[in-house]
């Protein structure tokens, strides 16, 4: 699997493939898909394995387009 396959914008590839990344790590592959889509995820891996890109990159993802742009907050993490 690539992360061309889950969903993510073009901006948001671009940027994963000039980080030098090629392959998600499995909690990625799992949990990308479905928070691209919008809803909740609860996912549990070990430290080091890329939760935070599994939720950072969806939300970028979505952010970029659509109305939610021009609201305000426009995410936020605790």
Do not use: H
């Not at 980080?19 to 990625?28: A, H, L």
């Amino acid at each position: 699997m690539t992360f061309s396959e889950l969903g993510l914008s073009a901006k948001v590839l671009a940027a994963i493939e000039a980080s030098g990344y090629t392959t998600p790590t499995p909690i990625q592959a799992q949990a990308i898909p479905i928070a691209v889509t919008g809803r909740d995820v609860l996912g549990i891996a070990q430290t080091g394995t890329g939760k935070t890109a599994s939720f950072v990159l969806p939300m970028l993802t979505r952010l970029e387009t659509g109305r939610a742009r021009a609201r305000m907050p426009r995410s936020l993490i605790l």
